[in-house]
T-cell receptor
Framework: AQTVTQSQPEMSVQEAETVTLSCTYD???????LFWYKQPPSRQMILVIR??????QNATENRFSVNFQKAAKSFSLKISDSQLGDTAMYFC?????????FGTGTSLTVIP | DVKVTQSSRYLVKRTGEKVFLECVQD?????MFWYRQDPGLGLRLIYF???????EKGDIPEGYSVSREKKERFSLILESASTNQTSMYLC??????????????FGPGTRLTVL
């Protein structure tokens, strides 16, 4: 079975600072995809960033980047220059065999 | 833009009622999913479908059923609603299989309260 673990239920960061959200996963497969999704308060879940397991280069999308450590099965999300609009629930997800597996989420609050 | 829509944002039902939650997507996605979202538990998969009239049980199918008569529409049915089914229900869709551009697109969610 595939599992995704987010060990930080809640985090906070000062505006303009950098924060890192942790995610670990467990699988015996070698080819898969990893995602970070963002769910703002009372708003729709949207994709933040995606990483393909066979690519060693870490994905980057503007202020969002990942630290993908395949051997350690770790996939953390770094948010640089945090903005108030980054306040949201963040879910780490793993895709394999036509199915997505989600972590329990990290609630991030950006403090003005 | 991909759109996944859900029939209601908020729904209040009584114990024992039959409840229908509907989801429609406009991207010709093969896969459609129903999740339940509860604080501290994240997203838990109830059912998914990879084709019309096909369905697969997820992690928590008990007390739920689904229907997919058309590719764009996926319905979640609570045959006899119970208070422990009070939750946020999220619908999602994606293309089939492992592909470079694959991702799940989510609807806005339905917050169901069962009294």
């Amino acid at each position: 079975a595939q599992t995704v673990t987010q060990s930080q239920p809640e985090m906070s960061v000062q505006e303009a600072e950098t924060v890192t959200l942790s995610c670990t996963y467990d699988t015996s497969e070698s080819n898969y995809y990893l995602f970070w999704y963002k769910q703002p308060p009372s708003r729709q879940m949207i994709l933040v960033i995606r990483q393909e397991a066979y690519k060693q280069q870490n994905a980057t999308e503007n202020r969002f980047s990942v630290n993908f450590q395949k051997a350690a099965k770790s996939f953390s999300l770094k948010i640089s220059d945090s903005q108030l609009g980054d306040t949201a629930m963040y879910f780490c997800a793993f895709f394999l065999g036509n199915q997505f597996y989600f972590g329990t989420g990290t609630s991030l609050t950006v403090i003005p | 833009d991909v759109k996944v829509t859900q029939s209601s944002r908020y729904l209040v039902k009584r114990t024992g009622e039959k409840v229908f939650l509907e989801c429609v997507q406009d991207m010709d996605h093969e896969n459609m999913f129903w999740y339940r979202q509860d604080p501290g538990l994240g997203l838990r998969l109830i059912y998914f479908s990879y084709d019309v009239k096909m369905k697969e049980k997820g992690d928590i199918p008990e007390g739920y059923s689904v229907s997919r008569e058309k590719k764009e529409r996926f319905s979640l049915i609570l045959e006899s609603a119970s208070t422990n089914q009070t939750s946020m229900y999220l619908c999602a869709s994606s293309f089939y299989g492992l592909a470079e551009n694959n991702e799940q697109f989510f609807g806005p969610g339905t917050r169901l309260t069962v009294l």
